[in-house]
Nanobody, 128 residues
Framework: QVQLVESGGGSVQAGGSLRLSCTASGYTYDRDGLNYCMGWFRQAPGKEREGVATIEAYTRNTYYADFVKGRFTISQDNAKKTLYLQMNSLEPEDAAVYYC?????????????????WGQGAQVTVSS
C-alpha cells in the first residue's frame, strides 16, 4: 500500500519561504514502480482543493498553476523517494493545507481527481 507523508509546513510572514517534503513508502520507487506524476495540491477553508504544481517522474517536466509561477518550485529525489515544494515570496493567499499526491498514469494534470494516492496534508500559515 502506498503511503505519502508530508512535512515542512508551518507559519511564516508574508514574503517568507517554506519547503515542503513528501516521502513515499510502500512501493518500489524506481523506474518501473515510479508513479508517473507527483503533484502538490492545496485546500484553504471553504475552498475546493486546487492544483499547485506537478512533475513527470521520467521526463522531469514540471507544470505550475499560474498563481505560483515564479515563486514555487517542485522537484523530486528518486533515491530518497521524496517530493519537494520550495515556496518563496509567500502571500497570505497561499495559506492552506498542502497535500502531495501520486498518479500512476499520464497525463500529468493539476486536477485532483485522477490522482490515486494522497498524503495527510501539511498546514501552511502566512501572516501579513
Amino acid at each position: 500500500q502506498v503511503q505519502l507523508v508530508e512535512s515542512g509546513g508551518g507559519s511564516v510572514q508574508a514574503g517568507g519561504s517554506l519547503r515542503l517534503s513528501c516521502t513515499a513508502s510502500g512501493y518500489t520507487y524506481d523506474r518501473d514502480g515510479l508513479n508517473y506524476c507527483m503533484g502538490w495540491f492545496r485546500q484553504a477553508p471553504g475552498k475546493e482543493r486546487e492544483g499547485v504544481a506537478t512533475i513527470e517522474a521520467y521526463t522531469r517536466n514540471t507544470y505550475y498553476a499560474d498563481f505560483v509561477k515564479g515563486r514555487f518550485t517542485i522537484s523530486q529525489d528518486n533515491a530518497k523517494k521524496t517530493l519537494y515544494l520550495q515556496m518563496n515570496s509567500l502571500e497570505p493567499e497561499d495559506a492552506a493545507v498542502y497535500y502531495c499526491a501520486a498518479d500512476r498514469t499520464p497525463p500529468c494534470t493539476l486536477i485532483p481527481a485522477p490522482y490515486d494516492y494522497w498524503g495527510q496534508g501539511a498546514q501552511v500559515t502566512v501572516s501579513s
